[in-house]
């Protein structure tokens, strides 16, 4: 059974006034590009091609935000990291990320890494966006690319970079490692009181 019922795409918003009310409990999904967030998304809510639409040309440097019910909400960021997108990002970016960031109902931030690589400096950059009492949880994707101890490995470095600041899991979107573990984790942050 679905954990998350009636996922339903919002709106993909290219400016702070085209959010939807800050009303309920949303979590932001970013990452790299490539890194699996779109098959992370699928994954954890449970609905193939939810974050396909998150894809589609124009849509891309959007943020696009989806409904799973109850007033919950999931927020899909636009992919970074490319040198081709980097200017854009530049200006588009802080006062979207910017105007997520001081909403009420934002609980938290999802940072999704390809496992193999590990956090870099893109995803540093994203973590001065996160406020106190804002939660912050990285998904290691593609964990099935690794073995055993480099698995360990990168959940050992995830912790040392993250230092406090939040917590990390090995996730993989195609053997179902850590998806139950992510979504306990998301419903614990969309539930509680904020
Ligand atoms: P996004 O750009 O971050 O949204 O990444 P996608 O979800 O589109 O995935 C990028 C590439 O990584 C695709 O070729 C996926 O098939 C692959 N991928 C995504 N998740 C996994 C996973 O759990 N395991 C493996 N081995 N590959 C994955």
């Given at each position: 059974?679905?954990?998350?019922?009636?996922?339903?795409?919002?709106?993909?918003?290219?400016?702070?006034?085209?959010?939807?009310?800050?009303?309920?409990?949303?979590?932001?999904?970013?990452?790299?590009?490539?890194?699996?967030?779109?098959?992370?998304?699928?994954?954890?809510?449970?609905?193939?091609?939810?974050?396909?639409?998150?894809?589609?040309?124009?849509?891309?440097?959007?943020?696009?935000?989806?409904?799973?019910?109850?007033?919950?909400?999931l927020?899909?960021?636009?992919?970074?990291?490319?040198?081709?997108?980097?200017?854009a990002?530049?200006?588009?970016?802080?006062?979207?990320?910017?105007?997520?960031?001081?909403?009420?109902?934002?609980?938290?931030?999802?940072?999704?890494?390809?496992?193999?690589?590990?956090?870099?400096?893109?995803?540093?950059?994203?973590?001065?966006?996160?406020?106190?009492?804002?939660?912050?949880?990285?998904?290691?994707?593609?964990?099935?690319?690794?073995?055993?101890?480099?698995?360990?490995?990168?959940?050992?470095?995830?912790?040392?970079?993250?230092?406090?600041?939040?917590?990390?899991q090995?996730?993989?979107?195609?053997?179902?490692?850590?998806?139950?573990?992510?979504?306990?984790?998301?419903?614990?942050w969309?539930?509680?009181?904020?």
């Open positions: 059974m679905s954990r998350f019922q009636d996922v339903q795409f919002l709106i993909s918003a290219a400016a702070p006034e085209q959010f939807p009310a800050d009303a309920g409990a949303e979590v932001a999904f970013a990452g790299r590009s490539n890194a699996g967030k779109s098959s992370a998304i699928n994954a954890i809510a449970q609905r193939q091609g939810l974050a396909r639409t998150s894809k589609t040309p124009g849509r891309t440097r959007l943020l696009n935000f989806f409904a799973l019910g109850s007033g919950w909400r927020v899909d960021l636009p992919g970074y990291g490319y040198a081709s997108g980097a200017a990002e530049r200006k588009t970016w802080p006062a979207l990320i910017e105007a997520l960031g001081e909403r009420e109902s934002l609980r938290g931030w999802f940072v999704i890494v390809d496992a193999r690589r590990g956090l870099t400096e893109g995803d540093e950059r994203l973590f001065e966006w996160v406020r106190p009492g804002q939660r912050l949880h990285v998904l290691l994707a593609k964990a099935d690319k690794l073995n055993r101890s480099e698995a360990s490995a990168a959940l050992r470095q995830a912790a040392t970079t993250l230092a406090g600041r939040g917590t990390a090995l996730f993989s979107a195609h053997s179902g490692t850590g998806v139950h573990e992510a979504q306990e984790t998301l419903s614990a969309l539930g509680s009181g904020g």
